[in-house]
Structures are given as structure tokens and as C-alpha cells.
């Protein structure tokens, strides 16, 4: 199915459609990939990875007892310090593009709520 403009709603789009996915995965290396694809498919908030995985992966292609975070070789400890990236990073975003910069170590007292 071609992408059609405005339908990359990932429920109606194929990911094999999509340019960086194949049907095993996204194809670029580890390093350049954005984080939320390589924090996924943990699920996370604010505050932190969250107990339960996103939905969205094809587990039905699992082999049966295969654990998915083992099949994919990937490890919540890189998560966990990719999720505090990706919040230090929108951080210094919000900081940058709303006032002055905040000295190191004192991220934490800003209300980035708009």
C-alpha cells in the first residue's frame, strides 16, 4: 500500500512502507537512529521507562517462551540512560527557546510545563 499524504498514523500505514523500515526492523545503525526509536519498545513518560512494553511490536512472530526485549538484544539499562537523553535533550530545548540557559545540575528545578 503507497503512503498517502496525511497517513502516517502508524495503525494504517504498513511499516514496510515506511523508507528506514524493513520488515526486520529499522535499518539505520544504532548510533544515528532518533532515540525514541531506539528507547522503543519500551514504553516510557516522564518519569521513566514504564512496566508494561508499547504495543505495536509483531510479537505473534516470536518463537513461543521467546522474550522480546531477548530476541530484539537489547537492554534496559540503555533504555533508562537513552529516556534521560531524550528528556535532557527536550529540556534544553524548552529552556533554549524560552529564556536563559540553566547552569548544569539544576535541570530539575524547572517547570517546563507550558
Known sequence: MPLQEN?????ETPLDALPLYV?????????????????????YDHNGLLPELAKGCPVELLRQGQDLIA?????????KRWHRQLYAELLEEKVGQCG???????????????
Open 71 to 79: 530476541a530484539l538484544e537489547m537492554d534496559s539499562a540503555d533504555a
Open 23 to 43: 520488515g526486520a526492523g529499522c535499518v539505520l545503525p544504532l548510533e544515528i537512529r532518533p532515540l525514541i526509536c531506539r528507547i522503543y519498545p519500551f514504553d
Open 100 to 114: 536563559p540557559t540553566v547552569p548544569v545540575g539544576h535541570e530539575a528545578t524547572i517547570n517546563v510545563d507550558p
Open 7 to 11: 497517513s502516517l498514523d502508524r495503525t
